[in-house]
């Protein structure tokens, strides 16, 4: 009994809806606002609506611009040779396209991951073309890894690679090209059944920890919230669009905004005496702390990042960068917290 | 009313429940040994299925284009012409998928398992179907969490049959068939319904009481609520069903008990009946004081009996276990294909794809010569795969932890595998450890390369006791053959000064300890594991022939510290 084409359509549970896990929310909020931050780890217990959250973030996003019939949604703006695709001339039109979020799962093979041969075409037409991958798909969009920290070694090898020249190069099977391959790495999962390596770790730009809700009150309302969304998904979502409606605006307010958001030098030293009192590695904690708070200024809508928008945001920019000592028995948001005390005393 | 229904009973509820909407629920796991309880339970569930239902069995080992959809290669190939089919999970669209061996599920498939169940599509089709994980599991083996948090229902049907008396198996089926003809009318609502004014709270609260961190669970049992009522007004025993279906099996503790209900402390915990018997005196509804004590209690009593005693004894080790299994499963298997090179297919295995896409490319030429052909493969163009075995090592510490020192050897110990461990953190390297005092031997830590799991297996190590050398080596070797099992390679490493004084059957005794221990060392050599004996007394061979009864290395390091000792380990291995 297989259901009509349109009920398949059930509508995502809305972002808007989401209860509490307010750090997540905010993390793929600046995210959305601005790609460049480099990512967002979910790190938590099972059913706390990591997965739902990043579902939900494709239907709440506003749709981008791509130029029609290219396989890796290519900005119309953009030079057309760096894309196979549109370097093969021809009009680019343009038309109006859901930013993709694809999903990478455990176990992916590497062809479905950086493309292949197209066999329907090979046999059929004796004709050597490229089929995209996965990577070609995400391009503009997000990548989302549910369990990152169970992902094989050789896919993570494969994605550092990609994530840190947003080109993906393809070599094989008499195949030759690069193709655009920008998008922003999701990645969930619970650390009690392994360590990300740390390599993965420090390409994320902002990660979270997320527990279940402890108080009664706050889960009576994640699950009455879930309840009456599946009881009637639509109604749920068109009562919640409004509310939808409102986050979209707000983050096309802070993309506009965000160019002209002033990072001031105090707000740069600040960064800079953060990341001295926690020993970070190299400069990529400084400058994904000041990304992630200029987008934070911008989603708050103000002219200039502030001591708020640090203190606000340096937990999740920093807490997995620190130099760990394995078994430091203090969890890293509680050293970030403590050196943020220090350096705004 | 909730006079404890037998688990049988319980079991055919969820069945009945999820044939009425198997997506909603999402499906269930049943843990059970194959055989005529659990097809009963399956066939229970497909004849209450609307007829015409997909019903779908996953093949073990399913690849990707079979479950999710793709290129019908075959057809593709008789048809010169791109032939797509849909997936397994698109057809059992709107019906159940069942997963035979459900915990040697690879993560892979469980991971997109997992995302068909969330979205209900499968590649732009619909997959909206009700999952059955069949969990045959050993002690420790259990389905991926990941996938059974998602399932509304865990069934244990293993005690189902054998609690009548001892004998278990051709007891099962008459043991059954007589329990159902009662069994039926009493699971929706044989008691007069005691309104329930808020469902979602008090299934939140349970939740919260017995420990149920997920918020799925809740969510499921707000489900299950709306099932049993149909629409109606909800009622006690809907929320009582409910909470003794989804969340009494996945307590992680018991909630304090009132002091004044003293008839209800004993609950059937040994031997769930298989005919409810009438213990309605365990909660009378016509007192209800405190709303939520009666379904409560009824919660308790549905806790499967093993976890039970596990909860009453304040064991907690069980759910980390578990949590640890995908990661196990990710990682243990072997030979994973990396590629494919040139090569004869009667040696190896043939990589089809890269077959033919060798091949495709000079289609066009070769049937330019012969046309009667679809397809010319020519044997330049067959592929093997190559396949790349783990070299992941997992280390077994196998730790003293008996008598007067044991404390200190044990906080080396410790500190080895914690440095040790904090290598494995960039060598994707595992440890385990097994310690051994008084009466036997514990897995303290599964294997793992968790850090946060470490640290808190380690913490709680005890010392102190008899040394019962035997049982450790024995435990240490069973661990370690189950890490060879899967794929990993193991290696043993025995902190003990070998002074053996505790047999295998828990007795004392110096000399038959001793034989026992020698004896045990020499399995460690005929499976062939490699091993590292740190002799940590001061005097005395015993050690040593320990060593040499194990074919291991032996290194004497009375006074080792943490640091000495894991450089020790690593130089050795």
Known sequence: MPPAASSLRVPTFPFSAIVGQDEMRQALLIAAVDPVVGGVLVFGDRGTGKSTAIRALAALLPPMRAVAGCPYSCDPGSPAEACPHCASGGPRRSHKTPVPVVDLPLGATEDRVVGTLDLERALGAGVKAFEPGLLARANRGFLYIDEVNLLEDHLVDLLLDVAASGVNTVEREGLSLRHPARFVLVGSGNPEEGELRPQLLDRFGLACEVVTPRDIPTRIAVVRARDAYERDPAAFCAAQEGEEKKIRKRILLARERLPEVRVPDAALERAARLCLALGTDGLRGELTLMRTARALAALDGADAVTDEHIRRIAPASLRHRLRRNPLDESGSTARVERALAEVFA | ?573
């Open chain 2, 1 to 573: 009313m909730n006079a404890a229904p037998s688990p049988w009973t319980d079991a055919r509820s969820a069945a009945r429940l999820l044939a009425a909407d198997p997506h909603g629920l999402r499906g269930a796991v049943v843990r059970a040994a194959p055989g005529p309880v659990r097809e009963r339970w399956l066939d229970d569930l497909r004849g209450a299925l609307q007829p015409g239902t997909p019903w779908r069995r996953l093949p073990p080992a399913i690849g990707d284009d079979g479950l999710l959809g793709g290129l019908d290669l075959a057809a593709t190939l008789a048809a010169g012409r791109p032939v797509a089919r849909a997936g397994l999970l698109a057809q059992a669209d709107g019906g159940i998928v069942v997963v035979p061996m459900a915990e040697r599920l690879p993560a892979g498939t469980a991971s997109r398992l997992a995302a068909a169940l969330d979205t209900g599509t499968v590649a732009d089709r619909p997959a909206r179907f009700g999952l059955i994980l069949l969990d045959e599991g050993e002690a420790d083996e259990t389905v991926a969490e990941a996938l059974a948090d998602r399932l509304a229902f865990r069934i244990d049907l293993s005690g189902v049959g054998s609690d009548a008396g001892t004998d278990a198996g051709s007891d099962a089926g008459s043991d059954v068939g007589s329990g159902d003809p009662e069994a039926e009318p009493s699971a929706a609502g044989a008691d007069t319904t005691a309104a329930e004014p808020d469902p979602v709270g008090s299934l939140c609260a349970l939740a919260e009481a017995f420990g149920v961190a997920s918020l799925r669970a809740p969510i499921l049992a707000a489900r299950v609520v709306r099932a049993l009522a149909a629409d109606g007004p909800v009622g006690r025993d809907h929320v009582t069903v409910a909470a003794r279906l989804v969340l009494a099996p996945r307590a992680t503790r018991l909630p304090p008990r009132e002091p004044d209900s003293p008839e209800a402390a004993a609950p059937p915990r040994e031997d769930p009946p298989a005919d409810p018997p009438p213990e309605a005196d365990v909660a009378d509804p016509a007192i209800p004081d405190a709303p939520d004590d009666v379904v409560l209690e009824a919660v308790r009593a549905a806790i499967p009996p093993n976890l039970l005693d596990q909860l009453l004894s304040g064991q907690q080790r069980l759910a980390a276990a578990r949590a640890g299994r995908v990661g196990q499963a990710a990682a243990a298997r072997t030979g994973r294909p990396v590629g494919s090179r040139r090569g004869d297919p009667r040696r190896e295995r043939l990589d089809l794809l890269a077959t033919l896409r060798a091949a495709a490319p000079w289609q066009a030429v070769r049937r330019a010569g012969q046309t009667t052909r679809p397809i010319v493969v020519r044997r330049d163009d067959l592929r093997i795969r190559i396949l790349r075995q783990r070299t992941e090592t997992t280390t077994v510490f196998c730790v003293d932890a008996s008598g007067s020192a044991a404390l200190e050897r044990l906080a080396e110990a410790k500190g080895a595998v914690e440095l040790l461990l904090a290598e494995a953190y960039v060598r994707r390297d595992r440890v385990a450890l097994v310690a051994f005092r008084g009466g036997g031997a514990e897995l303290v830590l599964p294997p793992t390369r968790s850090l946060t799991r470490a640290k808190r297996g380690l913490s709680g190590l005890p010392g102190g006791g008899g040394t019962p050398l035997a049982s450790g080596i024995d435990a240490a070797v069973a661990v370690a053959i189950g890490v060879r099992r899967s794929g990993s390679r193991p290696a043993i490493v025995l902190l003990t000064d070998g002074r053996a004084n505790v047999a295998r059957s828990g007795e004392g005794g110096r000399a038959r300890a001793g034989a026992e221990a020698l004896q045990a060392a020499r399995a460690v050599r005929a499976a062939g594991l490699p091993a590292l004996v740190v002799d940590t007394g001061s005097r005395g061979e015993e050690a040593r022939a320990v060593a040499d009864a194990m074919g291991a290395r032996y290194l004497k390091l009375p006074r080792a510290e943490a640091g000495q000792l894991s450089a020790a380990v690593r130089a050795a291995l």
